[in-house]
């Protein structure tokens, strides 16, 4: 199995790039966010990949993060989505976007995504929401307690012993991962746990979620 590549980038075309490695050329299938973040031809470049193998084919899909290619095994594993339906998905919105979109329950913002419908966007909604808090806290790895957290909870009303610090500290690392500030992500945790004081990761994230987005 190849996991990553790192090498020269050789040219770009539409939805792949070529990568030389140690003299070998691999074709690799990229989304469009993540071609468009790759240097300039010539440049060394590394990717996570993963490899999709049938019958009559075999083909190395690129991934900018980890995120973004844990996603892509996720997406793969729904009805429906194919590699070329998760890249259209990955490159609409990208990996913060996705894992946002489903914790959120929003399924209209995975179908914007060419090629993909709304049954098909729902069922990755409805079969991946318990899996959106993993991923959107893998960036940092395990998180772990923000220093300022316990403070800034407990100023806006201390959480009853039932609720789990984990829990917490999981929900602020997949905010921060999101591009929230601690001091907001803090807040809108603190503002969930006033009323949910045994809210688990997934709560979390969606409740604070809500609170986050733009008043319209």
């Known amino acids: 199995m190849i996991g990553r590549l790192s090498g020269r980038l050789d040219y770009r075309f539409d939805d792949h790039v ?3 490695v140690g003299g070998v050329g691999y074709i690799v299938y990229v989304s469009d966010r993540t071609r468009m973040s790759l240097p300039e031809t010539g440049q060394a ?8 193998v049938r019958e009559d084919l075999l083909q190395l899909f690129g991934f900018s993060s980890l995120v973004e290619k844990e996603w892509h095994r996720l997406l793969m594993g729904v009805q429906g989505i194919g590699a070329k339906a998760s890249m259209a998905i ?53 998180a772990a307690p923000h220093p300022s957290t316990d403070v800034l909870v407990e100023a806006a009303s201390p ?9 917490q500290a999981e929900a602020l690392s997949a905010l921060g991962n999101l591009g929230y500030t601690p001091a907001d992500a803090t807040r809108a945790i603190a503002e969930v746990l006033v009323e949910e004081p045994d809210a688990g990761t997934s709560d979390l994230i969606r409740a604070a979620l809500r609170r986050l987005a733009p008043k319209s």
């Open 18 to 20: 070529l990568i030389d």
């Open 90 to 142: 990955l490159g609409a919105i990208g990996p913060e976007g996705v894992g946002q979109a489903i914790a959120l329950g929003d399924w209209s913002s995975i179908a914007v995504a060419k090629g993909v419908g709304p049954k098909t966007a729902q069922r990755v909604v409805n079969e991946l929401k318990d899996k959106a808090p993993g991923v959107m806290a893998m960036a940092t790895g395990p």
């Open 45 to 52: 470049v590394s990717l996570f990949t993963d490899l999709l």
């Open 159 to 167: 959480p009853t012993p039932q609720t789990d610090a984990a829990a």
